[in-house]
């Protein structure tokens, strides 16, 4: 049983500020990869940062300068600094972990339930 929790989503305007949380509890041995997802209205899921372990971090050009991730292993969370957002940034913005819960277990891939994010104009 793992469970990812999600928070601080909401609506800001444009050239302002969010920070995006998400923390992972239950059976957990360890986390591989923790990441960040977005999806807007009529498009397709895709990636916006992905944090293997400190200092391995990638980004979607899109949001590549203006959005950091980071990780807390010791709280098994991870944040989404969000700068200088933009209309485009518009988006449920979803936690993906993948994560050992045995020892002898597969990583498996696990969701949070999405928050919104809204920029206005």
């Known amino acids: 049983q793992v469970q990812l929790v999600e928070s601080g989503g909401g609506l800001v305007q444009a050239g302002g500020s969010l920070r995006l949380s998400c923390t992972a509890s239950?059976?957990?041995?360890?986390?591989?990869?923790m990441n960040w997802y977005r999806q807007a209205p009529g498009k397709q899921r895709e990636l916006v940062a992905a944090?293997?372990?400190?200092?391995?971090?990638n980004y979607a050009d899109s949001v590549k300068g203006r959005f950091t991730i980071s990780r807390d292993n010791a709280k098994n969370t991870v944040y989404l600094q969000m700068n200088s957002l933009i209309p485009e940034d518009t988006a449920v913005y979803y936690c993906n972990a993948r994560i050992k819960r045995r020892v002898l277990s597969a990583y498996e891939d696990y969701w949070g339930q999405g928050t919104q994010v809204t920029v206005s104009s």
């Open positions: 239950g059976t957990i041995f360890v986390i591989h990869a």
């Open positions: 944090a293997v372990d400190i200092g391995n971090t």
